[in-house]
């Protein structure tokens, strides 16, 4: 019994919407292992960004602005931080309908995204009029493949990756179609993958910009008008994106900018960007997932960078190197898009363009041109030349799907198709010599062989694809088959992207973790009027630093590559605290028993080893050892002052000479605070004295708090009979306002990195608010600031 293929018309519609649900049900097959809560993203996602989704939540549900949070390096600015995912849509969403987001829930929400970017693709495809298989392939190796498989922990950069099919997609559609329509979706698009500002997106900012430029020169065949005429229609569109883009983007991105001034990190440089290069012997990873043994322990591995391989001089993590996108699209690319020259197609040449680009951004100091390139505007925010292989394997994948569209349609031809093995042939033999070369053959060869028999399974797959042109229902089923089936093994769940949800147990609000629990039962315990007592995390493990995002306890120090540079100056306070040796000190927080680490409230300590391990000034029993867990050693610091407190009097110091050199003055902060000289003899109505000797005999007031959440902190105050200080131990930051009995009043920094405001004699009534619309005055010319 013979099939008659469908008639053109109908079938194209057809095969696109079983191409379309094909892809859905294998994403949900390849996303199993995660959907089903078997594992969970690890890492960056959850030590980094689940207490930040967390905090979102709990914040949202309590009724509370989640635009500034204390639970972390004495304060932070969420609304101007990238990590904290209040401008990404989806996580957004999700909590503000979920009160507790699970493990799961956030793993499902990357995945969705990267099956809607996938989406994009296949409607990119079927725009262009290729076959829906090409589609197939190209989302995919997009969505799990490449960089968006093996870093799925880097939440950001997950996010900013899957908008930009969607947003190339509608900035084609309006290009084609002259729409202003198709140009705000565009512009709302790019918008959403900006939101998050991050090295990613701003390489599919570049791209996207340069593919206006590339379409205003190198029209597509089919356009036909001129280039006056194609630039005035290009107005409408490009309009249309900038009047939905720009007001979206707009904001969020100059109170990033606003912050960076004021951080730890307002630039990289180029010495620092090159140890973050891709090893071009990393490409081999793209042919041979598992080359160099990166689902084994970590021990095992022995790619660049790593012990077996040698010195390189590089920084990365051991999952960054892999970029293995599919052997199909991998054979595709290769023996049909350079073998048989299909990559530089008129419909490839940006994509193939666009993809060496990124090709050599990546390659960093492997290249004599990456010192030209780093000074790109924006290019020294970022740290890792590396980075730039997400879009590479992206735009990798869209050649090859392109490249299995024209083959399905293509004649036999036997010379272009030897030239094509030989090609993958010769990388194979490279691989081999590699793995020869650095002693590791044994190891290399399963990897090896596995990879062989994929890109076979492969080439059957593309024959008989072909073979049924006539029913290309057949040929999309049979390539999402194998294609799903190599993604599911070679980029299987491993210790870079997946692990035991157990592990990460400390994050969730209902842990039974001792630790966790012993400290909440003390700060509640503990509770006071005038006290809000934090905790130190350090060298516990990779999970713990923003735990009190998570369980909604203050920390002094956190996990985030951004900090307030104030904090950072005073504290010497590194991005993280997984292990002792990142635990530093600075000459102004010099110990556990430091006037610094009183004016945190710094009350419990909870260490991975022996406080005196950390703290070498200490000697046993300086600090009471109050519980000894499974996680390490909780101390008590009884000398910890209150959040709130009520000095009667000033005292000159100078900051900048502590900060560098030490010497915190060892006085009664209850009874005395510090302001810097110059602000001290900028304002003489502070009647600062010269040290705290010429000023005995001051009395401290009293301060309680009435109420304190993220943004707002209400206190009640009474000054002594000759007026004095209320003084609130979070960090300074000049975006907060205070009012006085309901006035306006200045917020002086005291005690190198604090808050106060003068009273006079009497009660009153303090107010402290985050009011984030300050950050914009910075954008303002000088005289109307003043103004």
């Known amino acids: 019994m013979s099939i008659s293929p469908p008639p053109a018309a109908a079938e194209s519609k057809w095969v696109f919407r079983f191409a379309l649900c094909l892809f859905l049900l294998a994403s949900f097959y390849l996303a199993w292992p995660w959907l089903s809560g078997q594992v969970t993203i690890p890492w960056d996602a959850k030590a980094g960004f689940q207490p930040q989704l967390s905090f979102l939540a709990h914040a949202l549900h309590s009724g509370q602005s989640p635009f500034w949070t204390p639970n972390v390096f004495a304060g932070m600015p969420q609304i101007a931080d990238p990590q904290s995912l209040i401008f990404s849509p989806p996580h957004l969403l999700l909590a503000a309908l979920v009160a507790e987001p699970t493990f799961q829930q956030a793993d499902a929400v990357a995945f969705l995204m990267l099956t809607l970017g996938g989406i994009g693709w296949m409607l990119y495809f079927r725009d262009r009029g290729w076959r829906a298989a090409g589609g197939l392939v190209a989302a995919l190796a997009f969505a799990y493949g490449g960089s968006a498989a093996w870093r799925i922990q880097h939440t950001g950069q997950i996010m900013s990756l899957s908008w930009f099919p969607l947003a190339f997609w509608a900035l084609s559609r309006a290009l084609d179609r002259a729409s202003f329509a198709w140009g705000a979706a565009a512009g709302f698009f790019a918008a959403m993958m900006v939101l998050g ?27 036909r008008h ?139 100091k492997y290249t004599p041109v990456f010192a030209a390139l780093f000074d790109l505007p924006g290019a020294d925010l970022f740290r890792r030349p590396a980075d730039a292989t997400f879009p590479l394997a992206v735009f990798a994948g869209v050649i090859g799907g392109y490249c299995v569209s024209r083959f399905i349609d ?79 093994l070679n980029n299987a769940p491993n210790q870079s992207t997946a692990l ?204 309680k708090i009435l109420r304190y959440d993220n943004t707002l902190v209400d206190i009640e105050a009474k000054a002594p009979a000759g007026g004095g200080f209320l003084v609130l131990n979070d960090v300074w930051q000049d975006w907060w306002a205070a009012y006085v009995d309901g006035r306006p009043a200045p917020i002086l920094r005291a005690n190198l990195m604090f808050r106060a405001v003068a009273l006079s004699p009497g009660p009153h009534s303090v107010r402290f608010r985050f009011e984030p619309l300050r950050a914009f005055s910075q954008f303002l010319p000088k005289a109307r600031r003043r103004g």
């Open 197 to 223: 500002p991050d090295q990613v997106a701003w390489l599919f900012v570049l791209t996207l910009t340069v593919f206006v430029v590339w379409r205003l020169f190198a029209p597509p065949v089919s356009d």
């Open 500 to 703: 035991p949800p157990e592990f990460y147990d400390v994050l969730r609000e209902n842990t039974q973790n001792e630790t966790v629990r012993f400290i909440k039962q003390k700060l509640a315990e503990n509770q006071a009027p005038d006290r809000r007592d934090r905790v130190e995390l350090a060298g516990v493990g990779f999970r713990w630093p923003n735990v009190g995002l998570a369980q909604g306890f203050d920390v002094d120090l956190g996990y985030n590559p951004l900090r307030l540079a104030l904090f950072v100056d005073v504290t010497h306070a590194l991005d993280h605290v997984a292990v002792p040796e990142e635990r530093v000190f600075s000459p102004a927080f010099p110990s556990y028993r430091s006037p610094m680490a009183n004016l945190l409230g710094l009350r419990w300590i909870a260490v991975g080893v022996p406080a005196e391990e950390i703290d070498h000034s200490l000697k046993p029993g300086d600090l009471p050892l109050v519980k000894q867990t499974t996680d390490g050693y909780i101390y008590e610091n009884a000398d910890a002052l209150p959040r709130v407190l009520a000095p009667g009097r000033a005292v000159a110091a100078d900051f900048a000479k502590i900060i560098a050199e030490g010497g915190m003055p060892e006085i009664d902060y209850r009874r005395f605070v510090l302001f810097d000289r110059a602000e001290c003899e900028a304002h003489p109505a502070l009647n600062c004295a010269p040290d705290a000797t010429a000023a005995q005999g001051a009395e401290p007031g009293s301060a």
């Open 226 to 364: 001129g280039f006056f005429a194609r630039l005035g229609r290009m107005f409408k569109p490009l309009v249309g994106g900038v009047i939905v883009g720009l007001p979206l983007v707009g904001p969020p991105l100059l109170l990033t900018v606003a912050l960076m001034e004021q951080s730890n990190r307002p630039e990289i440089t180029l010495q620092g960007a090159l140890m973050g290069s891709f090893h071009p012997a990393s490409f081999l990873t793209a042919l041979v997932a598992n080359l160099y043994d990166i689902h084994g322990p970590l021990s095992a591995t022995w790619g660049p960078p790593s012990q077996g391989w040698g010195e390189t001089g590089l920084v990365l993590a051991r999952n960054m190197p892999e970029i293995y996108f599919g052997a199909l699209p991998f054979l595709a690319l290769v023996a049909l898009g350079f073998g048989r020259l299909w990559a530089f197609d008129r419909p490839m040449r940006f994509f193939l363009a666009a993809m060496l680009a990124m090709t050599v951004y990546a390659l960093g």
């Open 410 to 488: 293509a004649p036999p031809d036997r010379k272009a198709n030897m030239i094509g093995l030989v090609l993958i042939a010769a990388l194979y033999m490279l691989a081999i010599g590699v793995a020869i070369a650095k002693d590791r053959l044994a190891l290399a060869l399963p990897s090896i062989g596995f990879s062989v028999f994929c890109a076979l399974l492969s080439l059957a797959a593309l024959l008989g694809a072909r073979r049924w042109r006539k029913w290309p229902a057949l040929g999309v089923l049979l390539i999402g088959l194998v294609l799903t089936f190599d993604l599911s």
